[in-house]
């Protein structure tokens, strides 16, 4: 709910990411690397200003996270995004965070996006097509699906990470079920008010949990209700 900068100053994918880095929003020299290869121009549709510090449009009453967002569920995330591991990203919208993810855990990883509206499975795989993502969508560690994330996607789980880009009124069994022993789920709860929850699997199955931060995210629902605008 925050916005660190607005206005139309930024105009190359480096300033953003130094901005991030600048208001103290990234501070993991990983996470800069992979935002800075990872163009968000390429995934905010056309028209609009890509490195501002904001929440954008994307059609079928869903919008891409501004960037200190997707700064923050990656840094959150990172100790589970290590090379060689699985990552979920639910609600995956433009591709954006699917794409950093792959290129966090690298060929010999997995990077899965789930999202429920077709047309944004094809928006997202063109713009990861044209992205620094191209080779591990075309090697198969990358792929985006079509499918009710509540679900999960059980095909490749267990997960190391669990990103949901939506917000839950409750965490979804499933997901906590798809998670590795040592993985950790980022998930926006709530309906109108929405804490941002850190779910971590410890070695022994149960569960921790701890709310991060306040945040305004669409709701993950299913797609006649997101699409009548509920
Ligand atoms: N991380 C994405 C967020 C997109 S907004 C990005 O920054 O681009 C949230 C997304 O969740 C939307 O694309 C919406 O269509 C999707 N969504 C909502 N409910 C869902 C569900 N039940 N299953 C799959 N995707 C869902």
Redesign the pocket.
């Known amino acids: 709910m925050e916005q660190f900068w607005s206005g139309s100053a930024i105009n190359e994918n480096k300033g953003m990411v130094d901005n991030l880095q600048r208001y103290g929003v990234i501070t993991s020299k990983k996470v800069a690397e992979v935002m800075e290869t990872i163009d968000r121009a390429l ?1 905010v549709p056309g028209g609009l200003q890509p490195y501002v510090d904001s929440p954008m449009p ?1 059609g ?1 009453n ?4 501004a960037p200190h967002m ?1 700064a923050s569920c990656l840094q959150l995330l990172e100790k589970n995004l290590q090379p060689g591991m699985r990552a979920l ?9 699917t794409a950093c993810f792959a290129l966090m855990v690298g060929p010999e990883g997995r990077a899965i996006g ?4 077709p047309e ?1 499975v094809s928006f997202s795989t063109e713009n990861i097509k044209k992205s620094a993502a191209a080779q591990p969508l075309k090697d198969g560690s990358l792929s985006v699906h079509i ?4 679900q999960g996607w059980p095909e490749f789980a267990p997960y190391d990470a669990i990103h949901v ?2 917000a839950a009124p409750e965490i979804p069994q499933p997901l906590i079920d798809q998670l590795k022993p040592g993985g950790r789920m980022v998930i926006p709860v709530g309906n109108i008010f929405q804490d941002l929850k850190v779910v971590d699997k410890n070695s022994d199955g149960s569960i921790s949990i701890r709310t991060e931060t306040s945040v305004r ?6 797609r006649e209700a ?1 699409l009548r605008g509920q």
Do not use: M
């Open positions: 995934f994307i079928y869903a919008t891409i996270s997707h990203d639910v609600g995956s919208g433009t591709g954006y965070l789930v999202e429920h509206i944004l499918g009710d994330g509540r880009g939506a995210y669409v709701p993950l629902t299913s997101q």
